[in-house]
């Protein structure tokens, strides 16, 4: 099933040059993926609220052209055919008045939220969704992140979660992470670059919960700007690559 979601962004999705925000674009997508969740009859709420969720573990985005103020935007999103028991992947392109503007791929696992382990995914559930012999960058595994040591970071940001991170699995929405990594920016990058990254990669290893402290630390490598996430235990939960 090939799902396509017509979405108007509003202000505050928008960069003051009028291009839109990196959040806003993987916030569409994100969008898309739940428009096909309900038609597949997958409720995310219902399932959430039944201690059942889709936890989302990766993200990859390639963007060719950044949608400005004012254009047509059409998210078409898929579910790949199952070929890991344990993992799902969902693929997206974006179209801006007609064309090819982003494409991007997610990886998500099924889990039981009492147990804090994942679930192997039914048949059932997958025919729902009625699974696609199409690969948005080909036939390619999600590719590995770039891992830096302890020395090769160069600076460091403390952030104090507020209640409006959290969302609904009580957990940091998977989104927010990318909040983090842009605050975590040296200002010089911020001020920029941020309106011209074509790549986004996130890697999700463990959810951020309410009430603790993060510490988000920059580095850069081989021009990717690399920011990992760490918990208050100081566990490495989230790393996001911005190009």
């Known amino acids: 099933m090939i799902v396509d979601f017509e979405y108007t962004p509003i202000l505050e999705d928008y960069n003051s040059d009028g291009s ?35 936890i989302m573990t990766d993200w990859l985005l390639e963007i060719t052209a950044c949608p400005k103020y004012g254009d047509k935007l059409t998210a078409r999103t898929w579910s ?6 344990l993992a799902c992947m ?13 494409k991007g791929l997610t990886k998500w696992v099924l889990v039981d939220l009492k147990a804090g382990r994942p679930l192997r995914v039914s048949p059932e559930l997958i025919a729902k969704y ?3 012999e199409k690969f948005v960058f080909g036939d390619l ?13 160069s600076s460091e940001t403390k952030i104090t979660l507020r209640r409006s991170d959290i969302d609904f699995n009580n ?16 200002a010089e990058v911020y001020e920029k670059e941020r309106t011209t990254f074509k790549n986004v990669r996130i890697s999700y290893k463990s959810g951020v919960k ?6 988000c630390r920059y580095g850069q490598f081989e021009g990717k700007h690399i920011v990992c996430i760490y918990g208050s ?7 996001i690559e911005l190009s």
Not at 80 to 85: A, D, G, L, N
């Open 20 to 54: 839109l925000q990196l959040g806003a674009i993987l916030k569409i997508l994100e969008n898309s993926g739940n428009r096909h969740s309900d038609l597949a009859g997958d409720n995310i709420l219902t399932g959430s609220s039944n201690g059942i969720a889709w």
């Open 233 to 239: 235990d100081g566990s490495l939960r989230t790393q």
């Open 80 to 85: 790949e055919s199952v070929r890991q028991p």
């Open 90 to 102: 969902r693929d997206f392109e974006l179209y801006c008045n007609g064309q090819l503007a982003a």
């Open 130 to 132: 009625q699974p696609e």
């Open 141 to 153: 595994k999600m590719p590995k992140i770039t891992q830096l040591s302890p020395e090769a970071f």
């Open 210 to 215: 309410a009430g603790e402290e993060i510490s």
């Open 171 to 186: 957990h940091v929405h998977n989104l927010t992470y990318l909040d983090f990594a842009l605050e975590a920016l040296p």
